[in-house]
Antibody, heavy 117, light 108 residues
Framework: EEQLLESGGGVVRPGGSLRLSCAAS????????MSWVRQAPGKGLEWVSN????????YYRDSVKGRFTITRDNSKNTLYLQMNNLRAEDTAIYYC??????????WGQGTLVSVSS | EIVLTQSPGTLSLSPGESAALSCRAS???????LAWYQQKPGQAPRLLIY???NRAAGIPDRFSGSGSGTDFILTISRLEPEDFAVYYC??????????FGQGTNLEI
């Protein structure tokens, strides 16, 4: 069965940086668009960013544009999210997900990012 | 951005009953590109339905999706104890500006 495993979350001060990773296995990683979706504590789901299968095409929600960068290393079957200038409102569980035709087909278990002074 | 509004916010039912969860879009969803997810406490969401009415692999047939345009329904018949969870709808017609509804909490 397809597997996605996130890592890299933690506690960071406002203005700080974190880099999340998502290790993929048991599927052909380089043929799928991948995504990051987040969920603030006790809240709903919010799409953050997408990256195409080759890594060339990327999209971001407006609130993270210019602060977050999504990348992938297809040789390592790994997705990344570099998060800079973090704000309190970025506090959330961050899930990586495999996209198929626009819907989120498989999800990782998530990694918690807490932005607090 | 397409805004999705789910109702009710909370639905209280008993095992064996049927549930109807609503998802209404602020504008028509292209090609009925509407998905439903189930999320249990402490777990990641799980895909249930895509394309408004297509069950994902391994999803029991008591879960069904219907609707078109701006109004969509997730129906769960013969509720099992493991079905009590939070359900989210998501539109992907305005790709990649995906949006989710705020969720419906299905409780016993």
């Amino acid at each position: 069965e397809e597997q996605l495993l996130e890592s890299g979350g933690g506690v960071v001060r406002p203005g700080g940086s974190l880099r999340l990773s998502c290790a993929a296995s048991r599927f052909t990683f380089n043929t799928y668009t991948m995504s990051w979706v987040r969920q603030a504590p006790g809240k709903g789901l919010e799409w953050v960013s997408n990256i195409g299968d080759s890594g060339v095409i990327t999209y971001y929600r407006d609130s993270v544009k210019g602060r977050f960068t999504i990348t992938r290393d297809n040789s390592k079957n790994t997705l990344y999210l570099q998060m800079n200038n973090l704000r309190a409102e970025d506090t959330a569980i961050y899930y990586c997900a495999r996209i198929l035709n626009g819907y989120f087909e498989y999800w990782g278990q998530g990694t918690l990012v807490s932005v607090s002074s | 951005e397409i805004v999705l509004t789910q109702s009710p916010g909370t639905l209280s039912l008993s095992p064996g009953e049927s549930a109807a969860l609503s998802c209404r879009a602020s504008q028509s969803v292209t090609s009925n590109y509407l998905a439903w997810y189930q999320q249990k406490p402490g777990q990641a969401p799980r895909l249930l339905i895509y394309g408004a009415s297509n069950r994902a692999a391994g999803i029991p047939d008591r879960f069904s999706g219907s609707g078109s345009g701006t109004d969509f329904i997730l129906t769960i018949s013969r509720l099992e104890p493991e079905d009590f969870a939070v359900y989210y709808c998501q539109q992907y017609g305005n790709s990649p500006r995906y949006s989710f509804g705020q969720g419906t909490n299905l409780e016993i």
